[in-house]
């Protein structure tokens, strides 16, 4: 069975860091890209982050960028999401997510997310 | 950055009923749109991808169309399970957006 299990969430003071986890298992995770997306409660969703398959390249929303990073280690077939300098409205349930292809997002025609985790809490709150 | 704008936002329906979701692009998407259903305290589920292809194992009673702009979700004959909020994602452009979601409800 295709399966995308996060790890990581819990509850982090403002300005504090969390990193996230996300292991993949059912299918050859280093072949595939990779995304993690969030929703506040109560919200709808929102793309954080995506890295190919050999990490060459990355993006980053606005919203998360200089404050978070992700990294992957295909060997471990595992996806992380470093969050740092963590702000109220950083609190959300965060899913980690496939795309059914190894290279950059914007480069072909598949564009979309196939896979999902059921995803991991994060509050923020002092 | 490309905005999506889903209508309408709550729906009421009954099982049975034929229902349809519309996205709206503020440009051209150039049919990079996918569909997700999330049932209450789950993740997300891709149910269409480039505006019109069935993800593998999900029910003939979906589809998708549409071009440019403007594209629909359509349900032809709603089940008891169906009732859950739909997001359109485009994949046009960076960065990839979600639309802000369709609440489908037991009418």
């Known amino acids: 069975e295709v399966q995308l299990v996060e790890s990581g969430g819990g509850l982090v003071r403002p300005g504090g860091s969390l990193r996230l986890s996300c292991v993949a298992s059912g299918f050859t995770f280093s072949s595939y890209s990779m995304h993690w997306v969030r929703q506040a409660p109560g919200k709808g969703l929102e793309w954080l982050s995506f890295i190919t398959s050999s990490s060459s390249t990355v993006y980053y929303a606005d919203s998360v960028q200089g404050r978070f990073t992700i990294s992957r280690d295909n060997a471990k077939k595992s996806l992380h999401l470093q969050m740092n300098s963590l702000r109220d409205e950083d609190t959300a349930v965060y899913y980690c997510a496939r795309t059914p292809v190894s290279y950059d997002f914007w480069s072909g025609p598949t564009r979309h997310l196939d896979v999902w985790g059921q995803g991991t809490t994060v509050t923020v709150s002092s | 950055d490309i905005q999506l704008t889903q209508s309408p936002s709550f729906l009421s329906a009954s099982v049975g009923d034929r229902v349809t979701i519309t996205c709206r692009a503020s440009?051209?998407?150039?049919?990079?749109l996918a569909w997700y259903q999330q049932r209450p305290g789950k993740a997300p589920e891709l149910l269409i991808y480039a505006a019109s292809t069935l993800q593998v194992g999900v029910p003939t009673r979906f589809s998708g169309s549409g071009s440019g702009t403007e594209y629909t979700l359509t349900i032809g004959s709603l089940q008891p399970e169906d009732f859950a909020t739909y997001y359109c994602?485009?994949?046009?452009?960076?960065?990839?957006?979600f639309g802000q979601g369709t609440k489908l409800e037991i009418k």
């Open positions: 994602q485009q994949g046009n452009s960076h960065p990839p957006a």
């Open positions: 440009q051209g998407i150039s049919n990079y």
